[in-house]
């Protein structure tokens, strides 16, 4: 059975109550009710976590070697400004799969520069939750 380990960034806490116009009025909490549904489904494990801090995603990034098959990672802000994500990432070859629940593209400029993107094997965006289910999907039947 694959272990997925999926990885929330700064303010991805505050799901519902955070800008619901962009985020959708679905919870925190609702979104590990609905990764762990998701990964009964796909037949895979899944452990969430979430974080408002830069170097404890680098430190799990770090800690995920060896442990987990694949990281889904919302860096949230992070995403457009953390070299050391990037290098993390590239230090112990993390089979990273990129998402977010809306389309930064489409959003402010600064948001189009993407460093998880540059290393990412594949990004899921601009679907809220099912960019979620869409790269646990993608992370069991590929690699
Ligand atoms: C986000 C998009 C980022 O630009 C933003 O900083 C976030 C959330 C998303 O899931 O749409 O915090 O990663």
Same mark, same amino acid.
């Given at each position: /059975? #694959? #272990?997925? *380990?999926?990885?929330?960034?700064?303010? =991805?806490? =505050? *799901?519902? =109550?955070?800008?619901?116009? *962009?985020?959708?009025?679905?919870?925190?909490?609702?979104? #590990?009710?609905?990764? +762990?549904?998701?990964?009964? !489904?796909?037949?895979?494990? +899944?452990?969430? !976590?979430?974080?408002? %801090?830069?170097? +404890? *995603? &680098?430190?799990? @990034?770090?800690?995920?070697?060896? &442990?987990?098959?694949?990281? @889904? =990672?919302?860096?949230?802000?992070?995403? %457009?400004?953390? +070299?050391?994500?990037?290098?993390? @990432?590239?230090?112990?070859?993390?089979?990273? @799969?990129?998402? %977010?629940?809306?389309?930064?593209?489409?959003?402010?400029?600064?948001?189009?520069?993407?460093?998880?993107? /540059? &290393?990412?094997?594949?990004?899921?965006?601009?679907? #809220?939750?099912?960019?979620?289910?869409?790269? /646990?999907?993608?992370? &069991?039947? %590929?690699?």
């Amino acid at each position: /059975m #694959k #272990k997925i *380990l999926v990885l929330n960034g700064p303010n =991805l806490n =505050l *799901l519902g =109550l955070r800008e619901p116009e *962009l985020y959708g009025k679905e919870t925190y909490e609702d979104l #590990k009710r609905f990764l +762990v549904e998701t990964a009964s !489904r796909l037949g895979c494990e +899944v452990e969430c !976590r979430q974080t408002n %801090h830069e170097g +404890v *995603l &680098v430190d799990w @990034i770090q800690q995920s070697r060896g &442990v987990f098959d694949a990281i @889904i =990672l919302n860096a949230a802000a992070y995403t %457009h400004t953390s +070299v050391a994500i990037l290098d993390a @990432i590239k230090a112990v070859k993390a089979r990273v @799969i990129e998402v %977010h629940l809306t389309e930064p593209k489409e959003r402010e400029d600064f948001r189009r520069v993407s460093y998880v993107g /540059m &290393v990412a094997e594949k990004t899921f965006s601009g679907k #809220k939750f099912q960019s979620y289910s869409e790269a /646990m999907e993608y992370s &069991v039947n %590929h690699g």
